[in-house]
């Protein structure tokens, strides 16, 4: 069972309200320039390694400005006073206005530090989170059909592509059991529709490890079809 908050409305951030807690050990996860997006994620108690039953994440959108830690020993998530709020749009730039700016004020706390975010919204969400699932916040929709192979979705730093290496030993020995599959790489699927007797057909003609083989190969099949196309599709591993 997967439980889920979503916090936007006004009335959901009174100054100085604690709006999370948990003492869970929390790490920088992601970020999307699209839409402003921030991930926290935690899986694992601050005092041992090993992965928890559930995981939780925590998402901030329309994250504007932030003074953030790559890692949270227990976390508190407040609203900011109208006090702490003023003294944080007082270190920041002039463009920053605290009288026409409509974000809001996060305070994050962790063993006597405290940053900020300054964001649209804050949500959180706990359960069991499949190896094979990215996140919480990015899953499969029929309005997007692919894999969805980042934590979120929109442009990031693609730091989870893995290399050529990677995927070579992952054909090579296997993948380990048990461990999440937060690395993928894309390869390129060429598709063409071939056209007989007023009836056209679909066919997926082979996958290629780069786009170049995949150009050529299109390049070579073209004046046979109907017509064709490439798709990249993430490999993950």
Not at 28 to 55: C, F, I, K, N, V
Not at 106 to 122: D, H, I, N, T, W
Request: a negative charge.
């Amino acid at each position: 069972m997967t439980s889920k908050v979503w916090l936007s409305r006004d009335e959901d951030f009174r100054p100085g309200a604690e709006l999370f807690r948990s003492e869970r050990l929390f790490g920088l996860w992601a970020y999307s320039a699209t839409h402003g997006q921030l991930l926290l994620r935690a899986d694992a108690m601050p005092e041992g390694h090993a992965r928890l039953p559930t995981t939780v994440e925590v998402l901030f959108r329309l994250a504007d400005a932030m003074q953030v830690q790559t890692s949270y020993q227990g976390l508190v998530i407040r609203c900011a006073t109208e006090e702490e709020a003023a003294g944080i749009y007082d270190g920041l730039p002039d463009h920053y206005c605290h009288a026409e700016n409509h974000h809001r004020v996060l305070v994050l706390e962790s063993q006597g530090v405290m940053g900020y975010v300054l964001a649209g919204g804050v949500g959180w969400c706990e359960g069991e989170l499949s190896d094979l699932q990215p996140s919480f916040f990015n899953p499969f929709t029929p309005y997007d059909p692919r894999w969805p192979a980042k934590p979120l979705f929109g442009v990031g730093g693609e730091l989870d592509i893995a290399s050529p290496q990677e995927v070579a030993e992952a054909f090579l020995t296997g993948l380990p059991v048990g461990v999440r599959r937060d690395r993928h790489r894309h390869l390129h699927l060429l598709t063409a529709v071939t056209e007989e007797d007023g009836r056209r057909r679909p066919h997926n003609l082979g996958v290629f490890l780069t786009e170049a083989d995949a150009e050529e190969a299109r390049r070579l099949v073209e004046p046979h079809v109907a017509s064709c196309w490439i798709e990249p599709l993430p490999v993950v591993l």
